[in-house]
C-alpha cells in the first residue's frame, strides 16, 4: 500500500491534470437495473479521469420513484444526480426543479442523442436529463418452445397469436410457462404495463374532455385479456412479479414468453446469466389490429436537482456516463451485446453493434412508439404507458395496487376497473379537470 502522503500527492497530481480545481463526492441515486449495476463497476474511471468520487444509493423501481420525488418536490438536497425518466423530466424542468443541460461541451454531441429519447426529457427545446439508455417493450421468446410446439413467432405478431403460442408452451408440471408478464403493483410496473395493452384494445385513460374512461367496453376487454393471459399461462405469484423477478425467471428457462423492456434483451442473451441465451427471439409488440401496438418508451436517464452545490461535478459525471466514450468502454470490458441501446444514434450505425440480434428489434420498437399518438382514439394528453401529468403518479400507484390485488384474487377484473374507474375520477375533480 502506498504511504498516505504519497496517496495526496497522487491525487494532486490527478486533479491538476483533470483541470479540477477540488475533488467532490457525488451521492447518485439510481435503480437497481442491470445497466446501472454495470455503471457502478465502472465508476473508478470517471474518478481516474476527473478526481471526482462516487456514492450510490441504489434502489429498487419503486421505491427509487418514491425517493427522488420526495426529495425534489421538498428539495432535500439528498442527491447531486438522479435516475429520472420521461414522465417526471419535462414536468420537473417545467417547475424548475432539474439543471439544464443545454451547455453540453461541443465533443458530448447532443445531436447524435435520438430524437424520441431527446424530445421526451426535454421540455420547451431544453434538455433536462441525459438518456443513460433508452428503450420500448417487445417480444423476447423461446426459440425452442416454439419449435417444440410447431409454431413460428411472427415479426409483428397480434395478441391473439401470442395467447395460442402462450398455451402450446405452457407446461406447469416442469414448470414452464407459455407467458411471463408483470403484475407487480406501481405506476412504472404494472401500469406501464396494463396501459400499453389498453392501448392496442382502443382503450384509453380519459376522452378529450378528461373525463376518465376506465369504465368503458375496451378497458374491459383489454384487462380481462391481460387477466386471463396470465392467470391460465402464467407462473404462480405474477401479482407480485415485476421486471427484475420476470428477468430471473425467463433466466432461468420457465418463461415461453416475456413481453418487456427492449433492454432486457442483452441480459436474457448473455450466457453468463441466462440458461436459454442461445434460444431467445425477438419480435414486436403485440396488437390487436387496431393500429396501435402494445409498445412503450422509456428512457432511464440522469437529471440534476436544481440547488445542488456540485452542479459542475454532475455534469461531469453525467458527460462521462452517457457519452459515446461510455458505450465504447461497455463495449471493450463486456462486449457490443452489454453496451446501453437506446440513446444513442452512433450506436445504430456501429457495424459491430448492427450484428446483434436484438439491434434492429430495439430500434424498430423505438421508432414506432409515438407518445404525442398513443392510442387509437383522441386523447387530450402525451404519453403511451403513462399520462403526462402530475396527477398521472398518484393515479398509477393507486390504480396498479387494484390490478395487482385482481391478479392475486382478491377481487374480480369488474370490481378492479371499478374501483380504478373512481378513484381517477375523484383524483382529476381534486386536481380541478
Known amino acids: 500500500m502506498l504511504p498516505t502522503k504519497t ?48 456514492e450510490w444509493v441504489t434502489l429498487e423501481e419503486n421505491v427509487l420513484r418514491q425517493r427522488v420525488t420526495t426529495d425534489i418536490t421538498t428539495k432535500g438536497g439528498t442527491f447531486d444526480i438522479l435516475t429520472i425518466g420521461m414522465y417526471e423530466t419535462p414536468i420537473w424542468g417545467a417547475n424548475g426543479w432539474l439543471v ?3 451547455d453540453m461541451p461541443a465533443s458530448y454531441d447532443t445531436d447524435d442523442i435520438l430524437p424520441a429519447m431527446r424530445g421526451g426529457l426535454s421540455h420547451d427545446g431544453t434538455l433536462y436529463a441525459a438518456p443513460f439508455y433508452g428503450e420500448s417493450s417487445m417480444i423476447m421468446y423461446r426459440t425452442d418452445l416454439m419449435e417444440s410446439a410447431g409454431m ?20 406447469k408440471d416442469n414448470e414452464i410457462y407459455g407467458v411471463c408478464l408483470r403484475g407487480k403493483a406501481g405506476w412504472g410496473e404494472n401500469m406501464a404495463f396494463i396501459t400499453t395493452v389498453a392501448n392496442s384494445f382502443g382503450a384509453r385513460w380519459f376522452d378529450e374532455n378528461w373525463t376518465p374512461q376506465v369504465d ?60 436459454v441465451a442461445d434460444k431467445v427471439g425477438f419480435a414486436l409488440a403485440p396488437d390487436t389490429g387496431l393500429g396501435k401496438r402494445s409498445n412503450w418508451l422509456w428512457a432511464w436517464a440522469l437529471g ?50 448492427s450484428q446483434i440480434p436484438f439491434a434492429k428489434m430495439t430500434l424498430d420498437s423505438i421508432n414506432a412508439a409515438d407518445p404525442n399518438d398513443p392510442t387509437v382514439g383522441d386523447v387530450p394528453y402525451v404519453g403511451i404507458q403513462y399520462v403526462a401529468i402530475p396527477e398521472w403518479q398518484g393515479i398509477g400507484t393507486a390504480a ?34
Open 7 to 54: 496517496l495526496r500527492t497522487a491525487l494532486a497530481a490527478s486533479l491538476l491534470a483533470a483541470g479540477t480545481a477540488s475533488a467532490d463526492i457525488l451521492t447518485i441515486a439510481t435503480v437497481n437495473n442491470g445497466d446501472m449495476i454495470r455503471m457502478q463497476g465502472l465508476t473508478q474511471h470517471f474518478t481516474a479521469k476527473t478526481g471526482h468520487s462516487v
Open 152 to 171: 413460428e413467432m411472427p415479426e409483428a405478431p397480434t395478441w391473439q397469436e401470442v395467447e395460442a403460442a402462450a398455451a402450446a408452451m405452457t407446461d
Open 304 to 353: 440534476i436537482p436544481a440547488g445542488t452545490q456540485k452542479e459542475e461535478a454532475a455534469k461531469q459525471f453525467i458527460e462521462w456516463a452517457t457519452s459515446k466514450d461510455y458505450l465504447a468502454l461497455v463495449a471493450e470490458k463486456e462486449g457490443w451485446a452489454n453496451v446501453p441501446p437506446g440513446s444513442r444514434t452512433s450506436l445504430y450505425e456501429n457495424p459491430e453493434y
Open 216 to 275: 368503458s367496453a375496451e378497458w374491459k376487454e383489454a384487462v380481462s385479456f391481460y387477466y386471463n393471459l396470465l392467470t391460465n399461462y402464467g407462473p404462480p405469484g405474477a401479482s407480485t412479479n415485476g421486471f427484475n423477478e420476470n428477468l430471473s425467471l425467463f433466466q432461468q428457462g420457465k418463461c415461453g414468453m416475456w413481453i418487456d423492456a427492449t433492454v432486457a434483451a442483452s441480459f436474457v442473451t448473455n450466457p453468463n446469466d441466462s440458461t
Open 100 to 102: 439544464s443541460l443545454n
Open 400 to 433: 396498479g395496487q387494484e390490478f395487482s390485488a385482481m391478479l392475486a384474487g382478491q377481487q374480480t377484473v369488474e370490481e378492479a376497473l371499478a374501483n380504478v374507474q373512481q378513484l381517477t375520477a375523484e383524483e382529476m375533480e381534486a386536481a380541478g379537470y
